[in-house]
Antibody, heavy 118, light 107 residues
Framework: EVQLVESGGGLVQPGRSMKLSCAAS????????MAWVRQAPTKGLEWVAT????????YYRDSVKGRFTISRDNAKSTLYLQMNSLRSEDTATYYC???????????WGQGVMVTVSS | DIQMTQSPPSLSASLGDKVTITCQAS??????IAWYQQKPGKAPGLLIH???TLVSGIPSRFSGSGSGRDYSFSISNVESEDIASYYC?????????FGAGTKLELK
């Protein structure tokens, strides 16, 4: 059974940093691209970043470019999202998702809440 | 970026009804659209990909169709467990973009 379990969220002040982790199990992690998708409170879904199966390629939405870094450790089957210079508009539930060979997101974690507020 | 215009924003249905949600893309997305269901407090779950391919284990009362810029998602014989929000996703072009969602409620 595919499982994605996020951790690392919480309350952070504007301008500070936070790192999210996603532990994957139930599939060969190193064979799949992975992505982060977020959802602001009471709002819709928004793709944030994607990383290729081997970590050699990364993609970001414009609003997080230069502030967020997606990475992975295939030996640990873990995905990361380093978030710097956080803004109030980054407040959201962040979901770790599996990218089905460069297409849709087929499995999702339970999500982790990030609140950016002073 | 490709814009996905999803309608209606909300929908009220009785048990047993058929409901339809539409997504119009700002350009041709070559049938690369997926549909997700999200219940309150839960992560989205994939229902359909490539316009009409039902994910294993998803009931056949869910269906999708369309081509070019225009796509639809239907639930026939709405059941109480179908009460949720539904989102479309285009994955033809990066950045992948979602529709704004449709909240399905019981009449």
């Amino acid at each position: 059974e595919v499982q994605l379990v996020e951790s690392g969220g919480g309350l952070v002040q504007p301008g500070r940093s936070m790192k999210l982790s996603c532990a994957a199990s139930g599939f060969t992690f190193s064979n799949y691209g992975m992505a982060w998708v977020r959802q602001a409170p009471t709002k819709g879904l928004e793709w944030v970043a994607t990383i290729s199966y081997d970590g050699s390629s990364t993609y970001y939405r414009d609003s997080v470019k230069g502030r967020f870094t997606i990475s992975r450790d295939n030996a640990k089957s873990t995905l990361y999202l380093q978030m710097n210079s956080l803004r109030s508009e980054d407040t959201a539930t962040y979901y770790c998702t599996r990218d089905d060979y460069g297409s849709y997101f087929d499995y999702w974690g339970q999500g982790v809440m990030v609140t950016v507020s002073s | 970026d490709i814009q996905m215009t999803q309608s209606p924003p909300s929908l009220s249905a009785s048990l047993g009804d058929k409901v339809t949600i539409t997504c119009q893309a700002s350009q041709n997305i070559n049938k690369y659209i997926a549909w997700y269901q999200q219940k309150p407090g839960k992560a989205p779950g994939l229902l359909i990909h490539y316009t009409s391919t039902l994910v294993s284990g998803i009931p056949s009362r869910f269906s999708g169709s369309g081509s070019g810029r225009d796509y639809s998602f239907s639930i026939s014989n709405v059941e109480s467990e179908d009460i949720a929000s539904y989102y479309c996703l285009q994955y033809d072009n990066s950045p992948y973009t979602f529709g704004a969602g449709t909240k399905l409620e019981l009449k």
